[in-house]
């Protein structure tokens, strides 16, 4: 008897099961706390493998992780490249790969890119909810690309700030943003501008050097540091690196990832997991930063729910 072969779950049927990120709020929280918990937590996630694809300024990330509690066996395949010269294709595209844990089968093949929109989001917003300060009021929103909307949308669900506000490096692309969303932001000239008095800042650019300071960064505020992937790339500056309480996905990624990690030599206080679990304290009346590099077991819970609800109404 042959194996059934793969379904394909595309980015409108992706959408369809995942309209809002925020369903995945306890699937990612268990996730993260899982990670940080050891072998115990029974996630196995090695730190991506990235392939360089040099002549073209791209890369391609290999990103497998298992995890037990979820029996959920997946690995993502995503493509990032840089200075896109066509920007109808996406700078970043992903692919997800759903296997049978009990025999190796691929049950699955999804679109990743809708997912790794969302799931980001997420665990910036579950990194929000702990870190930032009391009362925040002010957002502020560096870079207005995909990831910019995906966070707004998260953010503007769980949260009430008064304002929102947004600066890009190409204006337009901020204008058109704040047009397109559902409420009101303030375009900014400026990133000093945009982040002078934020409460909650979120850096979501293709930035290789510093494009938020500490000097501008007002005392208590929480900073998910979204971009800057590669060891050598930066969003913010040694300043902020050193001055605030750092707080990262994965330990191991941090420090073989993270240009602003490595390069600034900040100490690495906790993983968010530690937070969630509630071993390490969460010091929100600190100026916090959250350096998100994204996880592949956050892909593995994410994969699994919208492929047990899809199953679920096929
Ligand atoms: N941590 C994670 O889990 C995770 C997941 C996905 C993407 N990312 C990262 O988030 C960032 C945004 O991703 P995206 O999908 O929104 O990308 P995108 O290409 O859709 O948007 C990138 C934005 O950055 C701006 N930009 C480009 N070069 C810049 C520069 N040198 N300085 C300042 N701004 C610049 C662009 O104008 C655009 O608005 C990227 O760095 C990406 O690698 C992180
Ligand atoms: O976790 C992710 O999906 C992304 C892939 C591209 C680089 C940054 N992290």
Same mark, same amino acid.
């Given at each position: 008897?042959?194996?059934?072969?793969?379904?394909?779950?595309?980015?409108?049927?992706?959408?369809?099961?995942?309209?809002?990120?925020?369903? $995945?709020?306890?699937?990612?929280?268990?996730?993260?706390?899982?990670?940080?918990?050891?072998?115990?937590?029974?996630?196995?996630?090695?730190?991506?493998?990235?392939?360089?694809?040099?002549?073209?300024?791209?890369?391609?990330?290999?990103?497998?992780?298992?995890?037990?509690?979820?029996?959920? =066996?997946?690995?993502?395949?995503?493509?990032?490249?840089?200075?896109?010269?066509?920007?109808?294709?996406?700078?970043?595209?992903?692919?997800?790969?759903?296997?049978?844990?009990?025999?190796?089968?691929?049950?699955?093949?999804?679109?990743?890119?809708?997912?790794?929109?969302?799931? @980001?989001?997420?665990?910036?917003?579950?990194?929000?909810?702990? =870190?930032?300060?009391?009362?925040?009021?002010? $957002?502020?929103?560096?870079?207005?690309?995909?990831?910019?909307?995906?966070?707004?949308?998260?953010?503007? #669900?769980?949260?009430?700030?008064?304002?929102?506000?947004?600066?890009?490096?190409? %204006?337009?692309?901020?204008? %058109?943003?704040?047009?397109?969303?559902?409420?009101?932001?303030?375009?900014?000239?400026?990133?000093?501008?945009?982040?002078?008095?934020?409460?909650?800042?979120? @850096?979501? @650019?293709?930035?290789?050097?510093?494009?938020?300071?500490?000097?501008?960064? %007002?005392?208590?505020?929480?900073?998910?540091?979204?971009?800057?992937?590669?060891?050598?790339?930066?969003?913010?500056?040694?300043?902020?690196?050193?001055?605030?309480?750092?707080?990262?996905?994965?330990?191991?990624?941090?420090?073989?990832?993270?240009?602003?990690?490595? =390069?600034?030599?900040?100490?690495?206080?906790? #993983?968010?997991?530690?937070?969630?679990?509630?071993?390490?304290?969460? =010091?929100? #009346? %600190?100026?916090?930063?959250?350096?998100?590099?994204?996880?592949?077991?956050?892909?593995?819970?994410?994969?699994?729910?919208?492929?047990?609800?899809?199953?679920?109404?096929?």
């Amino acid at each position: 008897m042959g194996s059934t072969p793969p379904v394909f779950i595309g980015a409108e049927e992706v959408e369809k099961h995942l309209h809002r990120a925020s369903l $995945l709020l306890p699937a990612l929280e268990a996730a993260l706390a899982n990670f940080s918990a050891g072998a115990a937590g029974g996630v196995v996630q090695p730190v991506r493998a990235v392939v360089p694809v040099q002549p073209h300024g791209g890369y391609l990330g290999v990103m497998p992780a298992y995890s037990a509690v979820d029996d959920a =066996l997946t690995t993502k395949l995503v493509t990032f490249y840089e200075h896109m010269k066509d920007s109808s294709v996406p700078s970043h595209q992903a692919t997800i790969l759903l296997f049978d844990p009990r025999n190796g089968s691929l049950r699955a093949v999804l679109d990743g890119s809708v997912i790794t929109a969302k799931r @980001t989001a997420a665990v910036s917003a579950i990194a929000t909810k702990l =870190l930032m300060p009391a009362f925040a009021e002010v $957002l502020c929103i560096l870079g207005a690309g995909v990831q910019a909307y995906s966070h707004y949308d998260i953010f503007t #669900e769980l949260f009430s700030f008064k304002e929102v506000r947004i600066w890009n490096r190409t %204006k337009e692309k901020a204008l %058109k943003f704040a047009s397109s969303v559902n409420g009101p932001v303030r375009v900014c000239s400026s990133a000093q501008e945009a982040v002078s008095g934020a409460d909650v800042i979120v @850096t979501v @650019t293709m930035a290789t050097t510093p494009i938020l300071l500490g000097d501008w960064v %007002k005392p208590g505020a929480h900073i998910n540091a979204v971009g800057a992937s590669r060891p050598d790339w930066r969003e913010l500056d040694d300043e902020l690196m050193k001055n605030s309480v750092l707080f990262v996905d994965s330990r191991e990624a941090a420090l073989t990832e993270s240009g602003d990690v490595i =390069l600034s030599g900040a100490e690495i206080f906790a #993983e968010l997991g530690e937070v969630v679990k509630g071993t390490k304290p969460a =010091l929100p #009346e %600190k100026t916090t930063v959250f350096k998100s590099l994204g996880m592949a077991v956050e892909d593995t819970v994410a994969a699994k729910f919208v492929y047990d609800s899809w199953s679920a109404g096929n």
